[in-house]
């Protein structure tokens, strides 16, 4: 299976500036058809999960543009160019390439 | 409006069984491929169970296989989700989800508890 892993597991931030969650996984999430299936989702507190990113970089509908996603193969990131108080919650990278399908572990981002 | 309602949690012994439903509206659920994915209490998400759109073919994580039995019925837009010989580690947050163009759907959830 594959294994996400991600870093930090806490993001303690300041109000108003920027945040970067890492996201590496054991094998490339490149499929046989070109596209990499790499989502990125946010879960509030005591809400249910949502996707923000889905294949690496795209917002889903509704997602403010302050959040972004990059990367490409193993390695992708999360940024947050301006924490708000409403970002607050655990955010998970997740993989749709490769079956299985898995999460990583989860980034607690909170304010400082 | 999207919504997606689970039922069918409880509280059931080792080795018992239950049946989850997850009743979908407001979008073409026939054309979406559904999946399950479980929070134990205070822990991350795992991804348990996938099936696609038409019902004719599923995948697993490797913990459910021989057990869980994803399956669909399009004509009532309902996702089922089939758990036998349940274990204590399989107590959590049932819920089921659908990625979909420009977002997801989810629902809030059922809980799953095993335990003697």
């Known amino acids: 299976d594959v294994v996400m892993t991600q870093s930090p597991l806490s993001l303690p931030v300041t109000l108003g500036q920027p945040a970067s969650i890492s996201c590496r996984c054991s094998?490339?999430?490149?499929?046989?058809?070109?596209?990499?299936?790499l989502n990125w989702f946010q879960q509030r507190p005591g809400q249910s999960p949502r996707r923000l990113i889905y294949?690496?970089?795209n917002r889903d509908s509704g997602v403010p543009d302050r959040f972004s996603g990059s990367g490409s193969g193993t390695d992708f990131t999360l940024k947050i160019s301006r924490v708000e108080a409403e970002d607050v919650g655990v955010y998970y990278c997740?993989?749709?390439?490769?079956?299985?399908?898995?999460f990583g572990q989860g980034t607690k981002v909170e304010i400082k | 409006q999207v919504q997606v309602v689970e039922s069918g949690g409880g509280v059931v012994q080792p080795g018992g069984s239950l049946r989850l439903s997850c009743a979908a509206s407001?979008?073409?659920?026939?054309?979406?491929?559904m999946h399950w994915v479980r929070q134990a209490p205070g822990k991350g998400l795992e991804w348990v169970a996938f099936?696609?759109?038409?019902?004719?073919?599923?995948y697993y994580v490797d913990s459910v296989k021989g057990r869980f039995t994803i399956s669909r019925d399009n004509s009532k837009n309902t996702l089922y989700l089939q758990m036998n010989s349940l274990r204590p580690e399989d107590t959590a947050l049932y819920y089921c989800?659908?990625?979909?163009?420009?977002?997801?759907?989810w629902g809030q959830g059922t809980l799953v508890t095993v335990s003697s």
């Open positions: 989800a659908c990625w979909a163009p420009g977002g997801s759907y």
């Open positions: 407001g979008f073409t659920f026939s054309t979406y491929g």
């Open positions: 099936i696609r759109y038409d019902g004719n073919k599923e």
């Open positions: 094998q490339s999430l490149v499929h046989s058809d070109g596209n990499t299936y």
């Open positions: 294949r690496v970089s």
């Open positions: 997740m993989q749709g390439t490769h079956w299985p399908q898995t």
